[in-house]
């Protein structure tokens, strides 16, 4: 955790889930507890929830606004940058500098996405992602003009394995028609037509590919649309089959919008810890080495009629979530995996798929079939390099 | 009908539920339910209309069905093997609603324990039971379930509640 999680860029929050001056959510960078805050000029800030004094957290809460941060040990304040405020009975000056909380040396945003970093000698954020930059632009603008706000729930879950199978199953379509054979079980019995990734006409045009710092694409478009404008035929309250969805959503672009609420086709994965995909930001949180917290926060649509974020609620809830038809058999093999690499005679395991026909782009990216590893051995080169970096 | 006969007969209801779902008995679960319902759990406790609100699960009678086709279909990994639950129910609160037709709501606390693969786990939590005369007897037309640490990180939560 630290070899990776202080060495680079992590992410912490989105825009919207601190859109007022005080706001702020609770969070973690690696085995770090941190609080993600909004000054009251606007600027976001990331430090450590410890109190600078006896070491006791100061904010227990996940969310919320303040003007700062009182420890309710000894009384001892600190503004929303951590910045100490006050201590009680002082009894000699002290170096108040010297005892603010702890904070992120870096805080840098890139469209919404806020990161920060223990490291101060990371290269610029946007530098850092250049090579999604287009992916995660595409992710923002997948409903036009309309802006993406976080839901006020998540749906969290906790499995019993290490936090890189998160990671690497956000661009693994390989396993898709496998592990979420039920789901498409439900789909055809439904729908009466056979929903399938691998397989039709259109397989050969997805894609995934593999950047450098350990980014990763999985591109479904020509696979995936009508595949998932299958799953919104049965989300709860779909309007009725037939229905001019202009007219039912009560707004010209409304059936445009409602098809929008399956999202991009694409899952973008941002190492280590962020992965986008569906209409959701998900976050992974390492425990330990094997205990994973996952906290997935569908995205709503701002200036569009609640009928229309009514639908991505439910549609999200579809997947995900402890009691969803997706999330739950993932989480079920990551839990088997984590049984099975408890083998201490079987070293190894493949991730070879695709080696042979993968290309290699001027740029150094990686690009193969929808099916093939590329992702995930880009993800563990960069994780070879940070664990063997110097200290 | 007197109010102690009305308690019985939902605290009946109530138990049939219990052990129709204990049994795995899908079919006649959903039997208890009008065709009209609605079956959820709020991730925010406190939710009490998840209309516009992130839930857990928020199933109609189709979505109903679809999760009964999931755990029948012998692919839906979590339930493989299936999880053994027994769940008790108590402080069981009747009242009639306003609107004259003979609908109840029901309140009432839950403690539902599940066993699979050498793990028991013990979820709590409190039932929102909304009754409909319908066909002669009580239907379900909608059942809230307030899980304590719905809004936390959960294993997966894939059977029945």
Redesign the interface.
Known sequence: MERIFMRTWVYVGHDSEIAQPGDYKTTSIGAEPVILTRGKDGTPSVVINRCSHRGAAVCLL?KGNSTGFRCQFHGWTFGLDGELAAIPYAEEAVDKAALSLTAAPRVESYRGFIFASFNPEVPALTDHLREVLPYIDRFVEHAGEHALRV?????????EANWKMQLENNVDGYHLSF?H???F??LQ??TGKQPRYLGGSAEGEAKVEAFSNGHAVMDLRSVATDVLRERLD?V??APPAGADLDEYFGIEGGEDLYLKSTGPPMNVSIFPNLNLGSINICEIHPLSVNRT???LR?LLLDGVP?DI??IR??Y??IGS?????V???D???FDRVGVGLASEEVEWIQMTRGLERETIAEDGHRVSHISDETPQRGQYRRWRELMGAEA | MSSAALVAEVHELLSREVHLLDDRDYEGWLELFAEDCLYW????PL?EDG??????????K??MR??I??LD?G????EEPISLTARTFAAVQVEETDAGDGSLTARSNFQLVAYRSGEQRVLGGRYLHRLVRADGGLRISEKRVTLLGS????????FLF
């Open positions: 996940p839901a006020p729930d998540a749906n969290e879950v906790v499995f592990t054979q039920s789901l079980g439900v019995k439904r049965i709860p309250g917290r996952v906290v569908p609640d974020n009514r609620l439910r999200h809830e979530g402890p009691a969803g038809f999330q739950p058999d989480v079920e093999m | 759990m709020p991730v925010d939710s209309t516009l609100r992130l839930n857990v699960f928020y199933d109609d189709a979505k679809d999760r086709a999931r279909s692919n839906a990994y979590t809004d936390a990180p959960q294993r997966p939560m894939t």
